[in-house]
């Protein structure tokens, strides 16, 4: 089965510009994952979706940082405006169970 | 809240040599524990995983762990270290509610392998 698609694979911005990164799930997976990885940590979950709607986004900066489910199936997460401090590495995930399975990731740097 | 602490920033094995790897965890009642490992520029791929049931769980790759609830760990061993396996290893822990939850991962462990 295809597994879970991000793009773009690589992204530099200036800071205080906007950007948007895109992830397309496992067909069928209802729990969508949007993970940040800062160099040198793991990772850590920013927003849950189950279906269309937010399970859990306690730890999303929401002043700068959105993000969206569509008809529950792909996802955009939003930086607007970025800062220094937001380059990393964003994952994105899904899950049917209790399973997560990884995309490649989209490494952002902010300039 | 759940957390995960692996003590081992980097380690360093010779190909052909043992591997243990640790993690420790904080959860009030028994954990998901799953074990991930990130090549360069890769995302993450899922080793091993334990929720029930027997406390020695293989995985792929060769790899294989143990839950041990006393010592709130969950090691990850590999009897004979291959090159390719230099990579970052992730432990992480998610609630057990019996359907798909969040990840809770440790800082990770960075193994090089030397030939």
């Known amino acids: 089965e295809a597994g879970v698609a991000q793009s773009p694979r690589y992204k530099i911005i200036e800071k205080r510009q906007s950007v948007a990164f895109w992830c397309n799930p496992i067909s069928g997976h209802a729990t969508l994952y949007w993970y940040q990885q800062i160099l040198g940590q793991g990772p850590k979950l920013l927003i849950q979706f189950q279906n269309n709607g937010v399970v859990d986004d306690s730890q999303l900066p929401k002043d700068r940082f959105s993000a969206e489910r569509l008809k529950g199936v792909d996802s955009t997460l939003k930086i607007q405006p970025a800062k220094l401090e937001d380059s990393a590495v964003y994952l994105c995930?899904?899950?049917?169970?209790?399973?997560?399975?990884f995309g490649q990731g989209t490494r952002l740097t902010v300039v | 809240a759940q957390s995960v602490t692996q003590p081992d920033i980097h380690i360093t094995v010779s190909e052909g040599a043992s591997l243990e790897l640790r993690c420790n965890y904080s959860?009030?009642?028994?954990?998901?524990l799953f074990w991930y490992v990130q090549s360069p520029g890769q995302g993450l791929q899922l080793l091993l995983k334990?929720?029930?049931?027997?406390?020695l769980v293989q995985g792929i790759k060769g790899f294989e762990a143990e839950f041990k609830r006393s010592q709130s760990s969950f090691n990850l061993r590999k009897p004979s270290v291959h090159w390719s396996d230099a990579a970052e290893y992730f432990c992480?822990?998610?609630?057990?509610?019996?359907?798909?939850?969040?990840?809770?991962f440790g800082t990770g462990t960075r193994l090089q392998v030397t030939l």
């Open positions: 992480a822990v998610a609630a057990n509610t019996g359907t798909a939850s969040k990840l809770t």
């Open positions: 959860y009030g009642a028994t954990p998901y």
């Open positions: 334990y929720f029930s049931g027997d406390t």
């Open positions: 995930a899904s899950s049917a169970r209790t399973e997560a399975f």
